[in-house]
């Protein structure tokens, strides 16, 4: 019984990690603006804002997990009005929720997008990865590096440990033997890094969507999203939005 438990204390199977998200708002800024139409009326208000707006902002972000089961939710926190609006227009974070369970495949968003609430609903995403040899700390864990393509396209930098075997991380990104404590999407502008690791039992909301929500599915999502925003939204547009939203 004796080495059982030095086991368990060494592999945590459930817990909770504080995570900080940081955005690089100016950047990600300048990147809608290159995917704009030249008519487009957003392109003052993006224009105006980037002489407003700072560098970067820091978001609060908690994941639990127990076992293959992870849930994540914003951590809500004080920011300044620019940043609260761009938080509720969505074009910084979705401030969502996520469930995931990796045994069973199956992944669960839910957000509110330009004011109306999404929920998706389907299998888990598939990364390609490939670990390399290099090392990087984060919140006391040792934590090796793997290089990852998610939705076709978009390139991702992961940095997992293996001590917390749970194959997650925060957001959708999973698929390493291990948690992911980092996470690099440079197409989005963001880093987020683990902070703070607690072994507390979680507290696991697997039903994330509201009594009469119909979940969809990511194509579904993304059928709507077009017919919603594709008129007026060039297609390079829409993708970082999308991918912003699957990420999450």
Known sequence: GQL???QHAYFPLEGSIEFDKTVHVKNLLKRHLTTLKDDNISKTYFEELLSKVK???VLKKKLSFRGPEVYMESVPAEYDPIINNL????????????YQDVEKAVSRLSLEIGGSHMY???SIMPVKWKITNEYREIAGYSCRRANGVVLDSVYVVAFYTDQIPTSAGPGTVHGLPGMILGLVVPEQ????????VDFSPPTIRAELGKKKDKPMTRKEAQERMKSLMGTWMTE???NLLLAAIFLS
């Open 189 to 196: 502008h963001y880093n987020i890094y683990a902070t703070k």
């Open 120 to 122: 998706i609903q389907d």
């Open 87 to 98: 938080l509720r227009s969505g074009l910084l974070d979705y401030q969502g929720s996520m």
């Open 4 to 6: 059982c438990q030095a």
């Open 236 to 238: 390079q547009q829409l």
């Open 55 to 57: 560098e970067t902002a």
